[in-house]
């Protein structure tokens, strides 16, 4: 009996034991998945993903944000963890061939407007840690998205299989071992989850990525993404990598740059939450790209312009006008809507909050986009540093005080001709452009005149057949 007794506890102990050591290995996998989660998390902060894949005041990765796109509007998708609606039902591989390839789930394409072009060089444990944070970091919302339905033939989504063939990259990232750890670490990073060439880097006629010219610049809707090359005078040659640092941070750089647009909620949603560390690397990375220099430039746009007013003129006027001259000037429509922020000579408040228009690449560049972009949009930023805030004059058809495309151009040219870069001109028809969401693209008709050359000559081909087996037979 004491024999069985001690059988029976040496039994218990083991189960115990057993228990305890599961126990302990369960732990320890809930421990290796809260970290994989967290460090996803920190990645799909730095690709930014919340920006695209979330409408405004929707939630979080629901998707729905309508994109202006050169081609026509495509909505973001829902990528919470939602069966129905989202990517739960995603395999790791196929959450890999969508974020890396662009491949949905159901094998269809998706469009460029994803950067998948530069998610590509992602490294397998870097897409595990994503997979993760998604499946098990976010929850999920049942709820669908409006469809993307562009013209005709860009909406047969397999004619991106095309477009991969020839411009996508398969390679994951490779290190350069003739380049020093941090600068690898950024080249990882600027090229691959904070997507920098995807805005700043101009398109070819097929929408695909000049990769000549590297971060020269390039239009992103209603923005144009500036040069940020090493050169001195195009591109951020003239500043210091803290500069450089302090701009992704906080998104401004007082006296030269604030992030506005697309670069702004880059700033709000994802750079401002990355470490020093990455912050550093990434500006070592960016400062190492060869210099691309625009012949047009023959002054920096961070150094254009002075103090001027036109205030002293229109002080004792009693507003009345002439027939002849109804519209109001730009120099009135620059006291009245923007004076009391930028002060009457234009060089801002005195803490900086209010930026000064001259030494400021919004008028100094000869792209005038972003001046116009502003103007309509206004600027709305918040980063640990506080708010940066203006408000747009755009405004909508039913807004009384809204600047029409008439005013805007002459206040633009105002502001450029006292504050900015004096070549640059702002029309009528580019305010009209900007406020619509960006220039257009000819991809669409060129895509249907090939489809139509194509036609025609199928028809002749065909004819010329029929002809030749008529004349055989005779």
Excluded at 257 to 268: R, Y
Excluded at 345 to 374: C, E
Aim: proline share 4%; aromatic share 8%.
């Amino acid at each position: 009996m004491r024999n069985f007794s001690h059988c029976l506890r040496g039994f218990a102990i083991l189960i115990a034991g057993t228990t305890i050591a599961a126990s302990a290995h369960a732990a320890d996998l809930a421990s290796d998945t809260a970290e994989l989660v967290k460090r996803g998390e920190y990645l799909a902060r730095a690709s930014d993903c919340v920006a695209c894949h979330t409408a405004a005041h929707g939630k979080p990765f629901a998707g729905g944000l309508p994109i202006s796109s050169p081609v026509g509007t495509i909505y973001s998708t829902n990528i919470t963890p939602s069966n129905e609606f989202g990517i739960g039902h995603y395999t790791e591989q196929q959450f890999s061939d969508a974020l890396r390839h662009g491949i949905r789930a159901d094998g269809a394409n998706l469009y460029s407007a994803m950067p998948y072009t530069s998610y590509s060089v992602f490294t397998d444990d870097d897409v595990h840690a994503l997979y993760e944070y998604f499946t098990f970091g976010v929850k999920p919302v049942d709820q669908p998205v409006p469809k993307t339905s562009l013209p005709f033939p860009l909406n047969i989504r397999a004619s991106m299989k095309v477009w991969n063939f020839l411009f996508l990259n398969k390679d994951t990232f490779q290190p350069d071992p003739h380049h020093s750890v941090e600068w690898n670490r950024g080249k990882y990073l600027v090229q691959g989850a904070a997507h920098c060439s995807a805005c700043h880097t101009p398109r070819g006629f097929l929408m695909q990525e000049e990769t000549s010219l590297e971060l020269a610049g390039g239009q992103v809707g209603a923005w144009y993404a500036p040069n940020i090359t090493s050169d001195a005078t195009s591109g951020i040659g003239s500043w210091s990598k803290e500069d450089l640092v302090d701009y992704l941070r906080f998104g401004r750089v007082r006296g030269k740059a604030q992030a506005a647009g697309s670069m702004g909620e880059a700033v709000e949603h994802s750079f401002q939450y990355m470490s020093t560390a990455d912050l550093e690397a990434m500006a070592t990375y960016v400062k190492s790209v060869p210099p691309i220099h625009d012949s047009t430039d023959d002054t920096s746009r961070f150094s254009d312009g002075a103090t001027s007013s036109e205030l002293a003129a229109l002080r004792g006027r009693d507003g009345v006008k002439s027939a002849n001259d109804a519209h109001p000037t730009g120099s009135e429509l620059f006291q009245a809507n923007c004076a009391s922020c930028h002060s009457a000579q234009g060089q801002g408040s005195k803490d900086g909050y209010y930026p000064s228009l001259f030494d400021n690449s919004a008028t100094g560049s000869r792209n005038a986009n972003n001046l116009v972009a502003t103007i309509l949009n206004g600027v709305d930023r918040t980063t640990t540093a506080g708010q940066a805030y203006m408000p747009g004059f755009g405004g909508n058809p039913d807004d009384i005080n809204a600047l029409s495309d008439e005013d805007i151009a002459l206040l633009g040219n105002y502001v450029l001709r006292h504050y900015g870069n004096a070549h640059a001109t702002i029309t009528v028809q580019k305010v009209a452009e900007v406020r619509k969401g960006g220039p257009s693209s000819s991809l669409v008709a060129l895509a249907r005149a090939g489809i139509g050359a194509a036609g025609a000559a199928m028809i002749l081909l065909l004819a010329y057949v029929t002809v030749r087996s008529r004349k055989r037979r005779i």
